[in-house]
């Protein structure tokens, strides 16, 4: 499936979505590969099958395998984190953020692509599962790597209409 297949299956009423969509794959704040990465680690996030197909498309044409794999790897280790850090951060017993993890994160560490695209995948993600203390921290390393909060933004936008366009989708199947 193509991006422009993935539009026309949106109804009339997500108009905005289909515009969206559009007018992000044409984003300038953001290389190819913050780009697509970001797309492709969104659309693994939310998971809907038409969403995840026609990005993945995309990305694969314009994404290296160690992108596609460590954008790919992004959503799969926040998927964990978030539940986790969500956790922590919302229990009203503060003794859990003094504890370790006890979890594997090896791919934090050497993710095979630049950090700071990662990073950002990352915060894409965090932000569509919504942990508060993941995207902060992740937000943090942006910074110190030297992204603009509009190049952030730009990241976010993509989360936000990649998890709408998919909920739609879902909620129409």
């Not at 794959?25 to 697509?36: A, C």
């Not at 926040?78 to 979890?103: C, D, I, Q, W």
Request: hydrophobic share 45%; with cysteine; net charge negative.
């Amino acid at each position: 499936m193509s991006i422009d297949a993935l539009k026309n299956e949106l109804p009339e009423y997500a108009k905005d979505l289909k515009l969206n969509l559009s007018s992000l794959g044409r984003e300038t704040e953001l290389d190819d590969q913050k780009k697509w990465g970001t797309f492709l680690a969104s659309a693994h996030a939310v998971g809907e099958p038409k969403t995840l197909a026609a990005i993945k498309a995309e990305a694969e044409t314009r994404l290296s395998d160690e992108a596609l794999t460590a954008a790919k790897a992004a959503s799969a280790i926040m998927g964990m984190n978030n539940v986790y850090y969500r956790f922590v951060h919302l229990s009203k017993n503060k003794e859990y953020a003094t504890l370790p993890a006890k979890l594997r994160m090896n791919i934090l560490a050497n993710p095979g692509v630049d950090k700071a695209d990662f990073e950002l995948w990352s915060l894409a993600v965090s932000a569509i599962n919504g942990c508060g203390l993941c995207i902060d921290s992740h937000e943090a390393e942006l910074r110190k790597h030297g992204l603009t909060t509009t190049q952030v933004q730009a990241a976010v936008r993509i989360a936000a209409t990649v998890n709408a366009i998919a909920a739609v989708l879902a909620a129409e199947s």
